[in-house]
């Protein structure tokens, strides 16, 4: 994260000058900080980690996260959204990856409950650091963005999601009622994720129209879902305390 800090510092010379300009531009923006701690978590599985053992390296994380957002609340920062995790279970690369034979580790989502644990626990703490931090700088109003509980929503009630909220120049015929875990681009497999074909490479395939999956190569939301859950934050209900709302 000190080298995205840093690239910060040198972006900041191409909009402002002086501590003082700096801190009034900064002042009246609004920073996304994050999504941080799912790559760092899915690569500790890749390693061999347990999820027990991950979850030992989540107070890490976010003790990390925390400082980085200090250092920017010390400059002026006065709008801060920190977003949480996506349920790690529900992920295709994760889903086939550590699949199991027992029904009884799955939801009624199809996602891996012990693998869901991850996020839930990441959140967690993220959640009381944001407590935290909202207690040190009171003038400042630091959210905490919501992605686990959208992407939930969007599994539990696909085919309610018919109209796009934002621009398109393509119809949404909804979220697939069948298959709502499987992948739009990718080469193949239950969830069509496969770790020696993945999107973008020769020969991986994405489906006609994404506008009807969830998940696009395995690891990442499509722009179809990225949007319900960006409108869900413009409303404030995803977000908390609510830091946009439309005008």
Same mark, same amino acid.
């Given at each position: 994260?000190?080298?995205?800090?840093?690239? *910060?510092?040198?972006?900041? $010379?191409?909009?402002?000058?002086? @501590?003082?300009?700096?801190?009034?531009?900064?002042?009246?923006?609004? =920073?996304? =900080?994050?999504? =941080?701690?799912?790559?760092?978590?899915? *690569?500790?599985?890749?390693?061999?980690?347990?999820? #027990? #053992?991950?979850?030992? &390296?989540?107070?890490?994380?976010?003790?990390?996260?925390?400082?980085?957002?200090?250092?920017?609340?010390?400059?002026?920062?006065?709008?801060?959204?920190?977003?949480?995790?996506?349920?790690?279970?529900?992920?295709? @690369?994760?889903?086939?990856?550590?699949? $199991?034979?027992?029904?009884?580790?799955?939801? %009624?989502?199809?996602?891996?409950? #012990?693998?869901?644990?991850?996020? /839930?626990?990441? %959140? /967690?703490?993220?959640?009381?650091?944001?407590?935290?931090?909202?207690?040190?700088?009171?003038?400042?109003?630091?959210?905490?963005?919501?992605?686990?509980?959208?992407?939930?929503?969007?599994?539990?009630?696909?085919?309610?999601?018919?109209?796009?909220?934002?621009? =398109?120049?393509?119809?949404?015929?909804? *979220? $697939?009622?069948?298959?709502?875990?499987?992948?739009?681009?990718?080469?193949?497999?239950? &969830?069509? &994720?496969?770790?020696?074909?993945?999107?973008?490479?020769?020969?991986?395939?994405?489906?006609?129209?994404?506008?009807?999956?969830?998940?696009?190569?395995?690891?990442?939301?499509?722009?179809?879902?990225?949007?319900?859950?960006?409108?869900?934050?413009?409303?404030?209900?995803?977000?908390?305390?609510?830091?946009?709302?439309?005008?």
């Amino acid at each position: 994260m000190s080298v995205q800090l840093g690239w *910060f510092e040198e972006l900041k $010379s191409s909009y402002c000058k002086t @501590i003082e300009s700096c801190k009034e531009y900064m002042g009246k923006s609004l =920073f996304l =900080f994050g999504e =941080f701690g799912g790559n760092d978590y899915n *690569f500790l599985l890749l390693a061999g980690k347990t999820i #027990e #053992e991950v979850k030992l &390296y989540v107070p890490t994380v976010i003790d990390t996260i925390k400082l980085a957002a200090e250092s920017l609340l010390k400059q002026g920062v006065m709008h801060m959204v920190l977003p949480g995790n996506i349920p790690t279970g529900c992920v295709p @690369i994760v889903l086939t990856m550590y699949g $199991s034979t027992n029904n009884q580790d799955y939801d %009624n989502l199809g996602c891996l409950k #012990e693998y869901n644990s991850i996020g /839930t626990s990441h %959140n /967690t703490l993220l959640r009381e650091a944001i407590v935290q931090l909202q207690e040190k700088y009171p003038r400042a109003r630091i959210s905490y963005g919501d992605y686990y509980e959208p992407v939930i929503q969007l599994l539990q009630n696909r085919e309610k999601f018919t109209e796009l909220p934002m621009n =398109f120049d393509t119809e949404c015929p909804g *979220f $697939s009622s069948e298959e709502p875990l499987r992948v739009c681009c990718g080469g193949g497999g239950p &969830y069509n &994720y496969n770790m020696s074909l993945v999107c973008g490479q020769p020969g991986a395939i994405a489906c006609e129209n994404p506008m009807s999956s969830i998940n696009w190569d395995g690891i990442h939301l499509t722009e179809a879902a990225y949007n319900y859950i960006a409108i869900d934050w413009l409303n404030g209900r995803s977000v908390s305390p609510p830091t946009l709302r439309p005008t």
